[in-house]
């Protein structure tokens, strides 16, 4: 069985789950400690990162768009009569939503209310191409579920449990975003491709005490400058 070694809340790592989940293909879950990493995984990492895919025949795999790539071909795609042109665009936007994975991070943990602004208009740039080419949905693509929508997950899933639990909205300016951040909640793939402690682990990191968005900031107690910028419920 395929097995995926995991930092439990790293959205790198919940990109591949829910591919494979998606796919209904079964495998086995992993979780160490970045703070104190195995030697057996920096052994088999040559980054040090998560994730790695443990293949059947177990050879380990790194990076999740290497792994990614690998699950499409070696498993159905999600969207098998794409042309080559439709599968590079797919990739392309796929990256538009990796490269900010670590910017929500960090906007998440920001400790102040100067700091989470600046980082999440860093953020909303991404929001807002995605807002672009958005069209009737319920998904990227249309009617069907894509890499494309697996990539956008962990930021459309994370960004809804900031707003359940402080109010504070990173889609608020982005109505297409939305409704596909909804569309795609309603599928329960986020839930399934995550533990069953995930947002217990994910709230204990991003909204701790050290941070602005764990400092009170609940639906009762946003300050109003958070909602004359549009980033309150």
């Not at 439990?8 to 400690?33: D, G, N, Q």
């Not at 309603?186 to 217990?200: C, M, P």
Request: with cysteine.
């Amino acid at each position: 069985m395929i097995k995926v070694i995991s930092f439990k809340i790293c959205p790198f790592v919940h990109r591949v789950t829910a591919l494979l989940e998606a796919k209904k293909v079964p495998y086995e879950i992993e979780y160490i400690s970045l703070s104190n990493k195995p030697q057996w995984f920096l052994d088999m990492s040559p980054t040090g990162q998560v994730p790695v895919l443990v293949t059947n025949s177990g050879v380990a795999l790194f990076e999740s768009d290497a792994i990614m790539e690998y699950l499409d071909e070696v498993i159905l795609p999600l969207e098998p009569e794409l042309s080559s042109e439709q599968r590079a665009v797919n990739r392309a936007w796929s990256y538009q939503a990796t490269k900010h994975y670590l910017v929500q991070c960090s906007a998440m943990r920001s400790a102040d209310e100067r700091t989470l602004f600046d980082r999440t208009e860093k953020l909303g740039k991404a929001f807002q191409k995605a807002e672009i080419a958005l069209d009737s949905g319920p998904y990227f693509n249309g009617d069907v579920l894509s890499n494309v929508d697996v990539a956008w997950l962990p930021l459309l899933h994370r960004a809804s449990i900031i707003n359940k639990h402080t109010c504070y909205d990173f889609l608020a300016d982005f109505p297409k975003v939305k409704a596909w951040q909804s569309a795609l909640m309603e599928t329960g793939l986020a839930e399934k491709s995550v533990d069953k402690d995930f947002e217990e682990a994910f709230t204990g990191f991003y909204l701790s005490d050290t941070t602005f968005l764990g400092k009170g900031q609940d639906c009762d107690g946003v300050s109003d400058a958070l909602c004359e910028s549009g980033a309150c419920c």
